[in-house]
T-cell receptor
């Protein structure tokens, strides 16, 4: 069965622009969680969605937002991009809510470069 | 002090050696995860455990809840095991994951 699909895989933006990243979970998985990975900060939890509702949010500014659709696909948006937003953005899906307490399947990531 | 500490940060081994990576955490958890990340970024979940020990092939993960410590062991290491190994803990609420800094493992033939 298909894995977790993230699009786009690579993108380049300039400061001040906004970006939308997409994540399609494994069929049947209803939880999607998002993570940011940078060389300086490592992996950090952004947020988790389950049944179209945000269940938890990490310590990121309001420029980072997300949503989940009825088919469990999720998008995250970053507005007013800053250089420090350059990172690998990963999503993961699981059957149940509470990403930290369930086996996760990760996507390949979207690598964002902000110039 | 980070909530999740891994050691060592870097590890170089010869093929066939027994490898241990350690993870200590300071918060209450619902589960602990061991993840593997290869160059290019893709992450694979190796184990999720909340007590005891799990084994999958040459990989073994243990956790001691009282001591807030987990270990990942690789027996008979192979160059294809070269990757970054990341420990992550799920908060007691279950939702948020907190990650260690990772251990870069290089296994030489």
């Amino acid at each position: 069965k298909a894995g977790v699909t993230q699009t786009p895989r690579y993108l380049i933006k300039t400061r001040g622009q906004q970006v939308t990243l997409s994540c399609s979970p494994i069929s049947g998985h209803r939880s999607v969680s998002w993570y940011q990975q940078t060389p300086g900060q490592g992996l950090q939890f952004l947020f988790e969605y389950f049944s179209e509702t945000q269940r938890n949010k990490g310590n990121f500014p309001g420029r980072f937002s997300g949503r989940q659709f009825s088919n469990s696909r999720s998008e995250m948006n970053v507005s007013t991009l800053e250089l420090g937003d350059s990172a690998l953005y990963l999503c993961a899906s699981s059957w149940l809510v509470a990403a930290g307490a369930n086996v996760l399947t990760f996507g390949a990531g979207s690598r964002l470069t902000v110039l | 002090k980070n909530e999740v500490e891994q050691s060592p940060q870097n590890l170089t081994a010869q093929e066939g050696e027994f490898i241990t990576i350690n993870c200590s955490y300071s918060v209450g958890i619902s589960a602990l995860h061991w993840l593997q990340q290869h160059p290019g970024g893709g992450i694979v979940s190796l184990f999720m455990l909340s007590s005891g020990k799990k084994k999958h092939g040459r990989l073994i993960a243990t956790i001691n809840i009282q001591e807030k410590h987990s270990s990942l062991h690789i027996t008979a290491s192979h160059p294809r095991d070269s990757a970054v190994y990341i420990c992550a803990v799920g908060e007691t609420s279950g939702s948020r994951l907190t990650f260690g800094e990772g251990t870069q493992l290089t296994v030489n033939p």
